[in-house]
């Protein structure tokens, strides 16, 4: 039966090995074993060195299904965009693209599949690779594999990351190991083939795991964002009035991404504001009704302080933690009620409404002091993010204060160093004296902070202050 073998099954390269092969292997060996290792960077340099990417180990197997069973979707892509075959039609009658399939890992199949898939999907195969994922999601990714197995003992199940963002559940049983992404790949195969699934379908499939992290989830709402007709967004945005709360969250979560996605679109930003302005004042939910504030504050509209005033002293956090984003004002002054909101918010009983109205209101002069008032506590918190968002805060604040410039100090002797550059940029920007003593305590920073802002202060700091000992030399003479 095709696919029955197609699954991943444990397994361990250790480094020794890999680096005999290393050795003494020929360039299809070499790509095998970086495969095997999940060394990304190799097989790309390997590739460029002229590597076949549909190389085949000892069963006879490409190196593109070795990923496809691992699970491991940056090593699938860098073999697909080194010229690996998605359709290579293998001993068993299966394709790498069934395999992918079969493994159940959406952001492994969406590598395989890559870009522009519907303009070389056959028929056929569409058809085929539909009636795989759909039996896995249908079915149960345990039952299947009982069928495919025969085993009958218990199944272990934990939950991995996906692609680095969305999680997944990865199933073990009788030897196999797969991922139940399916309903993902399911409805990422429909819009590759262009059958016209119907929204309400595809928002079924997203809340049968109720979680926005899920793959299920993840690939329908991008799905539906990307379909640019009016009658998908009218569907979609039917379901706010839906019954259970899980319906509506989605739909907050689809508009919100939409304010990330779709600014070429004629209509950006209108359509999306004028539903959740009367939303926001309709929906009774407070999980939803957070998401929904979460989303509008994504936008720009004049209903918006209105709605924050609405909700300020809302009873439940999560929604509180949104209201201070309604407040914001690209720099100008806050009106009177909206200042009177944020203060209360600043000085609201829960740590992360605080920090955020902390972060809004760093700006207004007239709340300047509040600000660093409720922040200074929060630099010495048990909690360590607390901590950092506090002194990313107080570090970026207009205030020029000695109890700033002594709390930032006080943060050098933190032990996460970005909390202690953080504290060096705060006092670089002060042109604090103590700011050089400050940077040698930061210590040594690793890759990546080259161009780094804060980092790059410190000079803009001796610059400044070489200026003004000129400056009063030229005086002084």
């Known amino acids: ?34 495969v095997r290792a999940g060394d990304v960077e190799r097989v790309r340099d390997l590739l460029g060195e002229g590597a076949d990417p549909d190389a085949v180990d000892e069963d006879g197997l490409p190196a593109l299904c070795v990923a496809v069973a691992a699970h491991d979707a940056p090593v699938a892509r860098a073999l697909m965009e080194g010229g690996a075959t998605a359709d290579r039609v293998l001993p ?72 680095g963002y969305d999680w997944v559940d990865e199933v073990s049983l009788g030897g196999l190991i797969v991922r139940a992404g399916h309903g993902a790949i399911l409805s990422t195969l429909e ?8 929204v309400d379908e595809l928002i079924a499939r997203a809340v049968r795991q109720p979680d926005e992290e899920h793959v299920d989830w993840s690939a329908v709402r991008w799905l539906l964002v990307r379909r640019r007709d009016d009658a998908s967004w009218s569907a979609v945005v039917a379901h706010r009035h839906h019954p259970d709360p899980v319906h509506r969250r989605f739909v907050a979560d689809y508009l919100r991404t939409r304010s990330f996605c779709d600014v070429d679109h004629p209509q950006y ?17 407070s999980g939803v009704l957070a998401k929904v504030l979460g989303a509008f504050t994504e936008y720009e509209h004049p209903a918006l302080e209105a709605a924050g005033l609405r909700h300020a002293g809302h009873p439940d956090p999560r ?17 009177p009620a909206g200042r009177e909101a944020l203060l209360a918010l600043v000085c609201d009983p829960d740590t992360e409404v605080r920090l955020r109205a902390c972060w809004v209101s760093g700006g207004d002069e007239t709340l300047r002091p509040d600000v660093t008032r409720a922040l200074l506590p929060m630099t010495e918190d048990t909690d360590p993010a607390v901590r950092r968002r506090a002194t990313e805060i107080l570090a970026a604040s207009p205030d020029r204060t000695p109890a700033v410039a002594d709390a930032l100090t006080a943060m050098l002797d933190a032990d996460d160093q970005l909390v ?58």
Request: proline share 6%; aromatic share 6%; charged share 25%.
């Open 1 to 34: 039966m095709p696919g029955r073998d197609t699954l991943g099954r444990a397994s361990a390269t250790g480094d020794t090995e890999y680096g005999l092969v290393e050795v003494n292997g020929g360039p299809g060996v070499r790509l095998l074993a970086a």
């Open 92 to 163: 068993d009658g299966t394709t790498p693209l069934w395999r992918a399939v079969d493994a159940g890992s959406h952001a492994v199949f969406e590598a395989v599949l890559g870009p522009e898939a519907s303009l070389r999907l056959p028929e056929a195969s569409c058809a085929a690779l539909i009636a795989l994922a759909s039996d896995w999601y249908r079915t149960g990714v345990t039952e299947v594999l009982r069928r495919r197995t025969g085993a009958t003992g218990p199944v272990t199940t934990v939950r991995v990351e996906d692609d």
């Open 191 to 198: 819009a590759a083939c262009r059958v016209p699934t119907l």
């Open 269 to 285: 930003g209108k359509r999306e504001t004028e539903v959740l302005a009367a939303w926001s004042a309709e929906e009774t939910d």
């Open 319 to 335: 929604v509180r933690r949104e209201v201070p984003y309604a407040f914001l004002t690209n720099g100008g002054p806050h009106s």
């Open 420 to 477: 202690r550059l953080e504290a060096a940029w705060g006092l670089a920007r002060r042109d604090d004296p103590r700011t050089e003593e400050a940077y040698e305590r930061v210590g040594p920073l690793g890759p990546g902070f080259e161009h780094d802002h804060r980092a790059g202060e410190l000079l803009h700091f001796k610059w400044r202050k070489q200026d003004a000992e000129a400056a009063a030399s030229a005086t002084a003479s």
